[in-house]
């Protein structure tokens, strides 16, 4: 029963271009969280999705930022016009419900921006 | 969400019971007690969690006090692999926070060989 998987697990990207971090949540689980982590800091919620909605996404910066998680395939969370202050680890984490259910981690895609 | 206060950081050594304290003054009377853990280079992940009742898992013990404004997180004997952040935190369990976790800075926990 594999976990919840990331990928790429690291990331390079200039300024600029635009960062797609994947996540596939376990499976059964319909509930998807992304979280940031920056560096020295702790985790941040981003944005919760069901499949096909955006529950909740008041974590997300207003420009740049975008998910979704498709009926068929990953989550994914874009980045678009890449700075440096991106530069970051990404988790997701998905869950059976969203009541009270505990939240598996992937391991986090680490993105670098030069 | 209540909020939670841990201490920054404590140390133990290896094969010693750790107590984590975590203080939650404002818990309301829905609210979940949960522990989170954070290997170095790693996503976090869930230890234990608990509502009114002292709970037991194969990783840890979660003792809550009666009065529910405190939660100590129990390693009965600690390994070096349990070197990590540790984070308490309280989860509505009417979903009022949509399911997302609210991560303090959580304890960080040395152990010494």
């Known amino acids: 029963n594999a976990g919840v998987m990331q990928n790429p697990r690291h990331l390079v990207r200039r300024r600029g271009q635009e960062a797609r971090l994947r996540c596939s949540p376990m499976?059964?689980?319909?509930?998807v969280y992304w979280y940031r982590q920056l560096p020295e800091e702790g985790l941040k919620f981003m944005v919760y999705l069901q499949k096909e909605n955006i529950i909740d996404e008041s974590g997300m910066p207003k420009e740049r930022f975008s998910a979704e998680f498709p009926k068929e395939g990953p989550s994914i969370l874009r980045i678009q016009q890449v700075v440096r202050g991106d530069s970051a680890a990404y988790f997701c984490a998905s869950s059976f419900s969203y009541i009270v259910d505990e939240q598996f981690f992937g391991p986090g895609t680490r993105l670098t921006v030069l | 969400d209540a909020k939670t206060t841990q201490p920054n950081s404590m140390e133990s050594n290896e094969e010693e019971p750790v107590h984590l304290p975590c203080n939650h003054s404002t818990i309301s009377g829905t609210d979940y007690i949960h522990w989170y853990r954070q290997l170095p280079s790693q996503g976090p992940e869930y230890v234990i969690h608990g509502l009114t009742s002292n709970v037991n898992n194969r990783m840890a013990s979660l003792a809550i006090a009666e009065d529910r404004k405190s939660s100590t997180l129990i390693l009965h004997r600690a390994t070096l692999r349990d070197a990590a952040v540790y984070y308490c935190i309280l989860r509505d369990r009417d979903g009022g926070s949509q399911g997302n976790l609210i991560f303090g800075k959580g304890t960080k926990l040395s152990v010494k060989p």
């Open positions: 499976k059964g689980h319909s509930h």
